[in-house]
């Protein structure tokens, strides 16, 4: 019986690497697991099996996603980013990755940890009535006119839009609640908002 080769499957750690102008030893070193440049060579050219905890690192060291690392063509024009369900959003914060739904977003929005969250009359009228927005977990400081995700006291979470003069947030109507009157714990900036197509 003749040798059996086998076939993995392709991916962009290549191209992400060089964008990034990282070499195949620091993109190694930069992982968790503190792979050699033999391994990541071996992980671009797919002559090695790509696993789940290794494309977790890669994805967390390149400053993209999962699914942007696997799809080919993909980083273009586009990237993608998690759909986090409104309950699932302090699990998501921690690291707890349970949805593989994602929502395509332009490439030039910025940020490794992006997450998506649908967008409803409840949870954010006065930014759009139905949709889905963008958030950076990494902007947590409140700017003038940014539209922000927050986490109530009572649980729930909303979008709303600070105002600075004077401190205030905009939430489901067009008359401003001053700072304190609700506390809140600002989960992060929206960087963007679209609609799915489809």
Known sequence: MGTQTRNYAANRIRQLRLDRGLSLEALGLAMPSQLTASTVSKLEKSTMALSADYLLELAGVLGVSPLEIL?????????????????????YLKGVFRNVEVVAIPASIAGPEL???????????????????????????LEDKGWFLLALNDGEMQVAQFIASPPSLMFSDSVPEPIGARPFTVLGRVAYTGQALG
């Open 71 to 91: 799809l080919e063509g993909g980083g273009a024009r586009t990237r993608y980013v998690p759909i986090v369900r409104w309950g699932e959003i302090g699990d």
């Open 115 to 141: 997450f998506a969250v649908e967008i409803d009359s409840e949870r954010a009228p006065y930014l759009m009535s139905e949709g889905f927005a963008v958030v950076d977990p990494k902007r947590l400081t």
